[in-house]
């Protein structure tokens, strides 16, 4: 019978490793937090957390890959232009919810076109940023629990870029320039919020009732995305009318658990080699 239990024991831990944080998100404090997305506005899905986290006393850090050069109909748009456009969105957005805009880092890589870039040069640029700020817990798309979760393209490679470069910033030999030439240290983030999971995969729900209409406000940032500017880019200035509409749009995109607004993760506490078990 001792065996058994012990048997039992051993086939939970994996299962265990999966439950709510010890403390909850909301009371988090004096944590340094990095997100790693694909495109100017992929902090949306957790503007909400992030910002409440920032105005809790931990530091918030944003890297996205992409400059997001692509994200349009409008025939007159040119690349260059729509990555400025687009980062103006973004920094909006940040400071509508808190976060500095010397914590946000762009890769400047195409918007489209992540998976054939040189996937090398892409994690050694991540396991440094990780090294230097040294995060507790990331923040990014969620490559699946047990499969495979399916992702747009970039979406998809930035799930699988951000996960491995966790993992090869802990060993010491791997990118080990960045530690003997540049003195950075290997470091271990062992928490995770992994979002745009699976909805039987998501275990965390985080509280954003206090920043809602802060995360309105930062969502309805990204013109080029909401309005009209998708098909016809006309500045970033509405009328109030369009305006309107766009919160409207952006209001419907809040998701509510027993009345309260919140945002839904994958919680994972551990090494990085088990993210997907």
């Not at 507790?136 to 951000?162: C, I, M, N, T």
């Not at 010491?172 to 960045?178: C, E, K, N, R, Y």
Request: glycine letters at 8%; hydrophobic letters at 40%.
């Amino acid at each position: 019978m001792r065996t058994y239990r012990i048997f039992l024991l051993l086939i939970m831990i994996p299962c265990l490793s999966f439950s709510q944080p010890d403390v909850p998100v909301e009371e988090w404090t004096g944590k340094t937090i990095l997100l790693i997305g694909a495109h100017p506005d992929d902090d949306a899905y957790s503007l909400g957390t992030l910002g409440l986290l920032q105005s809790n006393g931990n530091e918030v850090y944003i890297a996205i890959l992409t400059t997001g050069n692509v994200g349009t109909q409008d025939p007159d748009l040119s690349m260059v232009d729509l990555a400025n456009i687009r980062k103006l969105e973004e920094q909006a957005a940040l400071a509508a919810v808190g976060i500095p805009l010397d914590h946000y880092t762009n890769f400047g890589y195409d918007d489209g076109l992540l998976e054939y870039e040189n996937k090398k040069e892409v994690v050694a640029k991540l396991v440094r940023l990780i090294r230097q700020v040294r995060p507790d817990v990331l923040f990014a798309f969620d490559p699946g629990k047990g499969e495979q979760r399916w992702h747009k393209a970039d979406h998809r490679s930035a799930s699988y870029l951000a996960a491995d470069a966790a993992r090869a910033a802990m060993w010491p030999l791997l990118f080990q320039g960045q530690i003997t030439m540049e003195g950075l240290e290997a470091h271990t983030i062992e928490e995770y919020l992994l979002f745009d999971s699976a909805e039987d995969d998501k275990n965390t729900w985080v509280d954003i009732s206090t920043f809602k209409d802060k995360k309105i406000t930062a969502m309805s940032q990204y013109v080029s995305q909401w309005s009209s500017g998708w098909y016809k880019y006309e500045g970033p200035d509405l009328s109030a009318e369009e305006a309107e509409q766009v919160r409207d749009r952006v209001s419907k995109r809040i998701h509510y658990r027993d009345g309260k607004a919140v945002e839904g993760f994958r919680h994972y506490k551990g090494l990085p080699d088990n993210i997907g078990r």
